[in-house]
């Protein structure tokens, strides 16, 4: 550690807060567990960070002993107040206050902080009975997250209060730090929030000066105060995050500012409490080890042994029976709300339970029905919007909006209302240039519940939001990418625009689905898959040129959902399997006829989901690709991940090269993606083997 490193906050007294009142501990008392257990666990796990959770300990025992609504018994209750650690590695504050606070959850188990198969994980991770409203852990999108959250619960209020009755009206509180301020994703989102008003997101920065590498004013010199009041929030600066009082008033004039989000900065001192290490980056992601843990109990006037918390700061911090009331309360104007307005009440309960409206599945099939009927060639970026227009209508759950390239993703369709602070009931978002962001906020929106967020941009840029798609994979939430402009096929924006490994590199995220339809009717599938989908995110992948219809029988239809079936030549014992996706399944079909002419039987097997055909049972997979069969993937993208289904015989007709600026038609003869190109690679490798 560089001496320059000390935090000139870091010589200042460690006051007693002296607030008691009767048996009551102090307030300092109250915050002085979450810093002891913080410290304890780390100390166990060897492993962790006390810096921050010893540093907000005092603005977190404010919080939930004072604002936050919220119910250890109930954790579910829909109308809680939402809470957010952006600074996800201060996991063991959600943690000790989640023990505290009287959640379903035994010191034992803090005892095996960071361990294999412990709930009270390094990072927090999505875990509602623990009161950890979705995981954190890369920096600043627990900040976008939050953002997302305000967006879904100011839809659902305009959605569903009355003027007599209210039963969507919660705040969204989030906890960050200078390393969430200094990463590109707040920008996004706080810029966002500020323009949407969110006046019931309420942020804490915990402006400590410190970060991993030292002392921030060596890399981080913002004026952070003006960069929001910029972006139109209300802030309250220079807050001492150690003065209950002062802490106190700032959220009361937060809550005061429902015309705008608030940041509350509250100058504090990390690791607040260890003697010799508090205010420098010693203390942010170590233990502090036997000799100073020693020296902060007792500096801190903490009395008891490792993990052990005093009978009177446990009861002062029980929040069972005010839980329980609070969400009883809510459960009486809920049932009120019933009796007044019952059809609305259901459609609460079914949006917040994630269940799909009735009869569903029979409009779905209907509406699938339709598109194969009317067999239309078109863009499958223009089949999304109409596969929207058909299943919008019976889901004003789906809110959309897209990173500035609405007219391109085609996004917004007939039933799409503008969302703005004005027009709070819309259902769609012009989230502006912000593909990090609105990806970050749309899993806020997700978690929140009662949404299903779709927001679309150009494939090639979903690298600027990749790690919050795999955050919606890790997590499991719902979110809709609709990503467009799927290939070279986009033509003259040139190679910046055209992606070639980014339907590999997306299928190879665990979890996530990635549909690339090849017509109207895939997509409509496509579409319904993801709204069907409530456990994880899907990423479809559309054309911006046209692509004909694919004849099929119901049977064909059907199997779409499978992931991989095939398309034509199914009887046949087949020479060559042609595996191709999105706009290189006409190839297939056209080098199928090509070849058929002369007397080789080839089969085409559309895969518009490899991930949903992996999970088809093995009899299924064998019948649409049987073993040992020789079989060319064709796709116009990176090969590599395609070699498993092209298997020991096969070929993979793809890209490992960037694109050039020109139109779609020469660029696609120009890489062998003709019919000519694919039936000659097909012969090759018959006569090869
Ligand atoms: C996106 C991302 N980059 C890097 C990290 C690794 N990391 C964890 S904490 C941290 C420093 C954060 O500083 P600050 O928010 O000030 O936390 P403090 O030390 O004050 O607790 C870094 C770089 C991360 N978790 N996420
Ligand atoms: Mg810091």
């Known amino acids: 550690m560089a001496p320059a490193e000390r935090d000139p906050q870091a010589g200042r007294e460690t006051r007693e807060g002296n607030l008691s009142s009767g048996n009551r501990p102090s307030r300092r008392r109250l915050a002085n567990a979450i810093r002891m257990l913080a410290m304890d666990a780390v100390e166990a796990a060897r492993s962790g960070h006390p810096g921050m959770p010893m540093g907000m300990a005092d603005i977190a025992e404010v919080l939930w002993n004072d604002y936050l609504?919220?119910?250890?018994?109930?954790?579910?209750?829909?109308?809680?107040?939402?809470?957010?650690?952006?600074?996800?590695?201060?996991?063991?504050?959600?943690?000790?206050?989640?023990?505290?606070?009287g959640y379903d959850v035994q010191v034992e188990e803090l005892k095996h902080f960071r361990q294999l198969g412990s709930r009270i994980a390094g990072h927090p991770e999505r875990d509602l009975d623990l009161g950890v409203e979705t995981t954190t852990g890369p920096l600043g999108q627990g900040l976008a997250n939050a953002v997302g959250m305000a967006l879904a619960e100011r839809t659902l209020a305009a959605a569903f209060n009355k003027p007599d009755a209210k039963i969507v009206d919660h705040h969204t509180y989030?906890?960050?730090?200078?390393?969430?301020?200094?990463?590109?994703?707040?920008?996004?989102?706080?810029?966002?929030?500020?323009?949407?008003?969110?006046?019931?997101?309420?942020?804490?920065?915990?402006?400590?000066?410190?970060?991993?590498?030292?002392?921030?004013?060596?890399?981080?010199?913002?004026?952070?105060?003006?960069?929001?009041?910029?972006?139109?929030?209300?802030?309250?600066?220079?807050?001492?995050?150690?003065?209950?009082?002062?802490?106190?008033?700032?959220?009361?004039?937060?809550?005061?500012?429902?015309?705008?989000?608030?940041?509350?900065?509250?100058?504090?001192?990390?690791?607040?409490?260890?003697?010799?290490?508090?205010?420098?980056?010693?203390?942010?992601?170590?233990?502090?080890?036997?000799?100073?843990?020693?020296?902060?109990?007792?500096?801190?006037?903490?009395?008891?042994?490792?993990?052990?918390?005093?009978?009177?700061?446990?009861?002062?911090?029980?929040?069972?029976?005010?839980?329980?009331?609070?969400?009883?309360?809510?459960?009486?104007?809920?049932s009120d709300y019933q009796r007044k307005y019952p059809e609305l009440a259901a459609e609460f309960?079914?949006?917040?339970?994630?269940?799909?409206?009735?009869?569903?599945?029979?409009?779905?099939?209907?509406?699938?029905?339709?598109?194969?009927?009317?067999?239309?060639?078109?863009?499958?970026?223009?089949?999304?919007?109409?596969?929207?227009?058909?299943?919008?209508?019976?889901?004003?759950?789906?809110?959309?909006?897209s990173a500035d390239l609405t007219g391109s993703n085609n996004t917004l369709h007939a039933y799409s209302k503008v969302q703005s602070a004005a027009e709070p009931g819309g259902n769609y978002l012009h989230y502006g240039v912000r593909e990090f962001g609105m990806s970050a906020m749309m899993n806020g929106m997700a978690a929140h519940g009662g949404v299903v967020p779709y927001g679309g941009t150009f494939l090639v840029f979903s690298d600027y939001s990749r790690n919050a798609l795999r955050m919606a994979c890790l997590i499991g939430l719902q979110s809709i990418f609709v990503l467009s402009h799927d290939s070279i096929g986009l033509g003259e924006d040139g190679p910046t625009h055209q992606p070639i490994?980014?339907?590999?590199?997306?299928?190879?995220?665990?979890?996530?689905?990635l549909w690339r339809p090849c017509d109207t009717v895939?997509?409509?599938?496509?579409?319904?898959?993801?709204?069907?989908?409530?456990?994880?995110?899907?990423?479809?992948?559309?054309?911006?040129?046209?692509?004909?219809?694919?004849?099929?029988?119901?049977?064909?239809?059907?199997?779409?959902?499978?992931?991989?079936?095939?398309?034509?030549?199914?009887?046949?014992?087949?020479?060559?399997?042609?595996?191709?996706?999105?706009?290189?399944?006409?190839?297939?079909?056209?080098?199928?006829?090509?070849?058929?002419?002369?007397?080789?039987?080839?089969?085409?097997?559309?895969?518009?989901?490899?991930?949903?055909?992996?999970?088809?049972?093995?009899?299924?997979?064998?019948?649409v690709l049987p073993p040992g069969g020789v079989r060319l993937v064709i796709e116009a993208g990176a090969t590599g991940g395609w070699w498993r289904y092209a298997g020991d015989r096969g070929g993979v007709h793809g890209i490992d090269e960037f694109g050039h600026s020109a139109p779609a038609k020469p660029l696609f003869e120009k890489y062998g993606f003709t019919v000519a190109a694919v039936?000659?690679?097909a012969r090759i490798l018959i006569t090869d083997r």
């Open 69 to 101: 609504r919220f119910a250890p018994t109930a954790p579910r209750w829909h109308d809680r107040d939402r809470f957010i650690l952006s600074n996800g590695h201060g996991s063991m504050l959600l943690y000790a206050v989640a023990y505290l606070t």
């Open 174 to 334: 989030v906890f960050l730090g200078d390393g969430c301020l200094m990463e590109g994703v707040s920008h996004e989102a706080c810029s966002f929030a500020g323009t949407e008003k969110l006046g019931k997101l309420i942020g804490f920065y915990d402006d400590n000066g410190i970060s991993i590498d030292g002392a921030t004013r060596g890399w981080f010199t913002d004026d952070t105060p003006k960069r929001f009041e910029a972006y139109g929030w209300h802030v309250v600066p220079n807050v001492d995050g150690h003065d209950p009082q002062a802490i106190r008033a700032a959220v009361e004039a937060a809550r005061a500012a429902l015309d705008r989000p608030s940041l509350i900065c509250c100058k504090t001192i990390i690791g607040f409490g260890a003697p010799n290490v508090q205010g420098t980056s010693a203390t942010h992601g170590a233990a502090l080890g036997a000799a100073e843990a020693a020296a902060a109990r007792k500096n801190l006037g903490w009395e008891l042994p490792p993990f052990e918390i005093p009978d009177d700061v446990k009861s002062a911090w029980d929040a069972r029976e005010r839980g329980k009331k609070l969400a009883a309360d809510w459960q009486k104007r809920f």
């Open 349 to 401: 309960e079914r949006r917040m339970n994630a269940q799909l409206p009735k009869g569903w599945a029979q409009h779905a099939d209907a509406a699938i029905a339709k598109t194969a009927a009317a067999g239309k060639t078109m863009a499958t970026r223009k089949a999304s919007q109409a596969a929207l227009e058909a299943f919008a209508p019976q889901l004003p759950e789906l809110i959309g909006g």
């Open 501 to 513: 490994e980014h339907l590999g590199s997306l299928r190879l995220m665990p979890r996530m689905q």
């Open 522 to 623: 895939e997509t409509a599938v496509a579409w319904r898959a993801a709204i069907e989908r409530r456990d994880g995110p899907t990423s479809l992948i559309l054309t911006r040129q046209d692509l004909p219809h694919a004849q099929r029988t119901p049977d064909q239809i059907a199997a779409i959902a499978r992931g991989g079936y095939i398309l034509s030549n199914g009887d046949a014992e087949p020479a060559i399997t042609l595996i191709a996706t999105g706009s290189e399944v006409q190839l297939a079909v056209g080098a199928a006829a090509e070849l058929g002419a002369a007397g080789v039987a080839a089969r085409v097997v559309s895969m518009p989901c490899t991930q949903v055909f992996d999970a088809q049972d093995a009899d299924y997979r064998a019948h």
């Open 679 to 681: 039936a000659q690679a």
